[in-house]
T-cell receptor, first 117, second 115 residues
C-alpha cells in the first residue's frame, strides 16, 4: 500500500537560512508523482513543486527544490533563503500512475515550519 | 482566472441535520476531488471524479456521505444525517489530465462544525 511519511512534526529556521523538510514514501508502482503543498494559517492548499518518478533531474521552482533520492524513496523539500512568509504547514503527497492519469493524492501528516526573524 | 470555488466557507449545524457542500472546479479541468482534513486523520481523499464519473469512492466513510457531479462545473458532497465526528475542513480540488504535472488545485475549503 502506498504511504507517505513526514517525520518532522515541527521545524524552526532562521530567516534567510535554508531548511530541509523530510519526506519518505512507499509504493510498488514504478510510475508515480510526488508533490509538495503549503498550507498557511489561512487554510488554503498551495501547490509548490512536483517530481515525477522518471525525472532525471531534481525539480526546482524558485526558492524551492526537491532532493529526490529514488533508491531511498525520499523526496525532501529544500527551501532556500527562508522568509517570514514561509511559516506554514507543508505537506508531501504522492500520486501513483503516470502524469496523464488523474488520481488521488496520498498525503503525509505534514511538517509545521516556523521562520524566526 | 477563478480558482476552485467552494460554498459555504463555514457551516455550523446540529447533529442529525443534512449538510450539503458545493464545489465549482476550475473551467477546463476534468478531474474533481473531495478531501477531508482533521487533526486526527490528516488529509484524506473521500471521492474523486474523472469526466463527471465517480472513479474511487473508497474513502467515503459510510452511507451517510454521498457525492454527485451532475456536470463538469458543479459537484456536491452531502452528509445526511450529520454527526459531531464529521466536523472537519472539507476541500474540493480539481485538475486536468492534460496538464504538465496534473497538479491538483484546491479550493479554500468548507469548515464544518456539527454540534
Amino acid at each position: 500500500a502506498q504511504k507517505i511519511t513526514q517525520t518532522q512534526p515541527g521545524m524552526f529556521v532562521q530567516e534567510k537560512e535554508a531548511v530541509t523538510l523530510d519526506c519518505t514514501y512507499d509504493t510498488s508502482d514504478p510510475s508515480y508523482g510526488l508533490f509538495w503543498y503549503k498550507q498557511p494559517s489561512s487554510g488554503e492548499m498551495i501547490f509548490l513543486i512536483y517530481q515525477g518518478s522518471y525525472d532525471q533531474q531534481n525539480a526546482t521552482e524558485g526558492r524551492y527544490s526537491l532532493n529526490f533520492q529514488k533508491a531511498r524513496k525520499s523526496a525532501n523539500l529544500v527551501i532556500s533563503a527562508s522568509q517570514l512568509g514561509d511559516s506554514a504547514m507543508y505537506f508531501c503527497a504522492m500520486r501513483e500512475g503516470g502524469n496523464n492519469q488523474g488520481g488521488k493524492l496520498i498525503f503525509g501528516q505534514g511538517t509545521e515550519l516556523s521562520v524566526k526573524p | 482566472d477563478a480558482g476552485v470555488i467552494q460554498s459555504p466557507r463555514h457551516e455550523v449545524t446540529e447533529m442529525g441535520q443534512e449538510v450539503t457542500l458545493r464545489c465549482k472546479p476550475i473551467s477546463g479541468h476534468n478531474s474533481l476531488f473531495w478531501y477531508r482534513q482533521t487533526m486526527m486523520r490528516g488529509l484524506e481523499l473521500l471521492i474523486y471524479f474523472n469526466n463527471n464519473v465517480p472513479i474511487d469512492d473508497s474513502g467515503m466513510p459510510e452511507d451517510r456521505f454521498s457525492a454527485k457531479m451532475p456536470n463538469a462545473s458543479f459537484s456536491t458532497l452531502k452528509i445526511q444525517p450529520s454527526e459531531p465526528r464529521d466536523s472537519a475542513v472539507y476541500f474540493c480540488a480539481s485538475s486536468k489530465t492534460s496538464g504538465v504535472y496534473n497538479e491538483q488545485f484546491f479550493g479554500p475549503g468548507t469548515r464544518l462544525t456539527v454540534l
